[in-house]
């Protein structure tokens, strides 16, 4: 089984006293139990699982109506949507943190059970029980590509799936 990605609540404000430094100001810990929704893959019959990839910062309707599309169009079972860490080509332009893009993701894709939000691109630090990733100091960023990705996901699919 490749766990994909999870879902949550998230409360807005601070609890339990917790002291949230200033990238952390706009969301919390993830909280919640039910956090849990992950892409089986070990199925008798042949998947076609889409994998959608990009900055969504911030996910917007249109990446959700391009997803429902691509699922009408080539018959997918299920579409990964996964929030890049380091893009290559934005390289120098300023982004949300991945944490906050992740939580964004997951909140957009929670109607719909074929959207599984992934943690295929997330920081290698990122802790997904938190809504933050660990501070690394002097540690160079490498970008994410999806040749990379696309690699690393066919290793955990049923040969007689097919990745769109």
Sequence with gaps: MLKAGFVCHLNFGQTDNEQLDSTDKTFLLFKSSTCQRTLETKTLAAMNIGLFGGT?????????????????????????????????????????????????????????????????????????????????????????????TVRHLKQSLNKADRLF
């Design 56 to 148: 969504f910062d911030p996910i917007h309707v249109g990446h959700l109506a391009l997803a429902r599309a691509a699922r009408e169009r080539c018959k997918l079972s299920r579409i990964l949507f996964t929030p890049a860490n380091v893009p290559p080509h934005k390289q120098a332009q300023p982004l949300s943190p991945f944490a906050l893009r992740y939580a964004m993701t997951a909140l957009a894709t929670a109607q719909e059970t074929d959207f599984i939000p992934s943690l295929l691109e997330a920081p290698e630090d990122f802790d997904p029980d938190m809504v933050r990733t660990k501070k690394g100091k002097g540690r160079e960023l490498k970008p994410n590509y999806t040749m990379d």
